[in-house]
Every structure is written in C-alpha cells, then in structure tokens.
C-alpha cells in the first residue's frame, strides 16, 4: 500500500507468538494438548495474585491509578531503590517501545545482537530506526566484545538480554564490566533481564547494581515469568530517575490495569511461590539436559526456563509433528535457527511426556 505505508513498515516481520492451546486442539481434533513454546509458569500464577486479582475486578469499572503508586513504591523496596528509579510497562515490550521512541532519532542507530530476542528488531524497525547486528559467537553467545568495537558514532541504543531468549546462554560481571567500560556514556545499554530470578550461576549480575555508577544501563525485568502473570502484561524498568521522568512523559496514561496492579503486589509477597517454581524449574533444565542429548539434539547451556535444542533436521517439519501429538514447542526458523526447537519446561509429567513424543517422532 505504498505510499501510504512507510518502507520500514512494509518489510516488517511481525513477531509470531506460540501456538494457542485451543487452537492447537480445535485445529487438529485434540484434546489434553501441552504448551511448552512461550516459557510461561507451569505452576501457574501464585494463589496469592489470584485472590487479589478477584478482588480487583470488581473495580475494573473505574480507571486504574496512573501513577500504579503502590506497586511502585513495593517493588522499589524489594530491590532497594528509590521509587523515582522504577518505572512501570505493559509486560517489558512496552518499556521497550517507550525506551526507543524516547530515547532515540530516525537519524540514530540501534546495536543488536544477531538470533537473539527478535521483539528488540521488530520494534526498533517499527520505528523506523536503522539497527546494525551483530553474530555471536560460538556456543550461541553475546559477543560483547564485538559489539563494543561495532558502536559507531549513530550508536544510539544497545539492546541486551542476559540470560538471552532463545538461546539460554549468558554472560557474567567480569564480561560485563569490560563491555561497560568501551561504551560512551551517552550511549544507552538496555540489560532485559526477564530471566534473572531463574539464574544459579555464581557469576551473574543485575544491572540494577550498576545503573548509578553509569546512568546509561537500564535493567528490565518481568512479571511474566518467575510470578506466571504472563497474561496479565506487567514488566518493569529500573535507572536513572531522569530517564524516568522522561519516560513518564510519552507513556500512554492508564498503561497497567487494576489487576495488573494488584496481582504484581500479591505475587511480591509471595516468596514460596517464587522457591517452589525456580525448584521446579531447576530440576526440569536438569531434565531436559540429560534426556534430550540421549535423542541427537545438541543443546544451548540454558541458564533460563527453557532450551534450545538442534535435532540437526527441520525444525518445522519436527515441530508440526509434535503439534498433531498434543505438544506445543516452538521453532526458531525465524530466528536463523532452522534446525532448532525452543522447548520450555513444564511439570514433571509435561516433560516427561515432551520427551517420549520427540523420542517417538524422531524414530518414525
């Protein structure tokens, strides 16, 4: 529809989420169908944010407070930073939106790592900002060093997930520091860290440590994920108070609903929920290390709730087979890997069962 479309907008890709269970079981006549593609909670959300979003919808016919003053103020003391640092989106894509949009030009340009997170390409190309990748390196890396040598004078913004999505991978405080220290200051590095609670590897970091000493680190985490409020969209950044404050002036008012804001309160105080699911997740990484390599795939050293697994054959093809047996993965084709399959772990059993249908479908 050119000219009424914009070329960067004309070539976009859209993100293509995982597979609906209803659709997958209206599609294909199943019923007991799995989902083990969007790296959601297994256990689902903590019962607590469950009680306080029931009692929350009964005030779903007045606006939300749009300062979410409560939430802000409770995650502030939970990680020890002042309420003026915090700042509140619908689910991280949002702050990611806001964070392009705020923060840089049509004439800037945006550092990306290749086959990481696609949402940090599609949204920076949505508006219309050039972007440069860069490859990792082996073993399904960020390249930081690489990266440090590929800002140039346009580099604007520099997009991270640490531990990355899809390939689990991470990096530590020393790689870290050494990245820091190569960036200029008014270059912004945005460190997602929507896996972080699930991380048990002595060498990981959060950029919340960091964002005084270099105001132009911002860490964004999620309540997707350890708290299973995926589909209530809650994310939240952490930094510099100024670049809060001008966040605050381009977004959209009434951005969380009133559930939003009380499920997040709910599941902050619930700690066992938060224990029993990274134990479960624990033992399913474990799970899936030790049983899928008995099959052929070669995997990505997870430090998330999910692998990435390379069966060294189509991934497409593997993945619909999987899908007319009840189970939901997702291939990552799109992701320039075409022979891998994203699985995210599920319940004991859910796993179990994940792995005798690929070990059935691989041998037929």
């Not at 083990?36 to 779903?60: C, T």
């Not at 991280?92 to 030009?105: A, D, Q, V, Y």
């Not at 609903?257 to 474990?286: C, F, I, K, W, Y």
């Amino acid at each position: 529809m050119r000219p009424l479309v914009p070329p960067y907008i004309e070539t976009l890709k859209p993100y293509v989420p995982g597979k609906p269970i209803e659709e997958t079981e209206r599609e294909y006549g199943l019923t007991g169908v799995i989902k083990l593609a969007s790296n959601e909670n297994p256990l689902g959300p903590s019962p607590k944010a469950i009680e306080a979003m029931r009692a929350a919808s009964q005030k779903v016919h007045l606006y939300p407070d749009a300062s979410s003053y409560a939430l802000v103020r409770r995650l502030a003391e939970h990680l020890g930073v002042k309420p003026e640092e915090v700042v509140l989106g619908s689910g991280s894509n949002e702050l990611i939106e806001l964070l392009i949009r705020t923060f840089t030009t049509p004439e800037d340009e945006v550092l990306l790592s290749k086959g990481s997170f696609p949402a940090y390409r599609i949204s920076v190309q949505a508006h219309g900002r050039p972007f440069s990748e860069v490859p990792m390196r082996e073993g399904h890396r960020y390249d930081l060093e690489a990266m440090a040598k590929a800002i140039n004078p346009r580099t604007r913004m520099i997009f991270i997930a640490n531990p990355d999505n899809p390939t689990g991978t991470t990096f530590g405080r020393q790689e870290w520091e050494a990245f820091l220290a190569k960036v200029p200051e008014h270059v912004l590095v945005v460190h997602d860290e929507a896996y972080f609670e699930f991380v048990e590897w002595p060498e990981y970091f959060s950029a919340v440590e960091y964002f005084r000493e270099h105001p132009n680190v911002v860490a964004l985490r999620t309540f997707s994920k350890i708290y299973g409020l995926a589909g209530l969209r809650l994310g939240y950044g952490v930094m510099d108070a100024r670049l809060v404050a001008y966040l605050q002036r381009t977004r959209m008012p009434f951005n969380l609903t009133v559930p939003a804001q009380m499920g997040g309160l709910a599941a902050l105080e619930d700690a066992e929920h938060v224990r029993r699911t990274r134990e479960l997740n624990s033992e399913g990484l474990r799970y899936y290390q030790t049983e899928l390599p008995k099959l052929g795939a070669k995997l990505a050293e997870s430090h998330a709730n999910f692998v990435l697994a390379d069966f060294g054959r189509p991934a497409m093809e593997l993945y619909e087979k999987l899908l007319r047996k009840g189970i939901i993965v997702r291939p990552m084709v799109g992701n320039g890997y075409p022979t891998s399959l994203r699985i995210s772990v599920g319940t004991r059993e859910e796993n179990v069962r994940c792995v005798a249908v690929l070990r059935e479908v691989l041998a037929s």
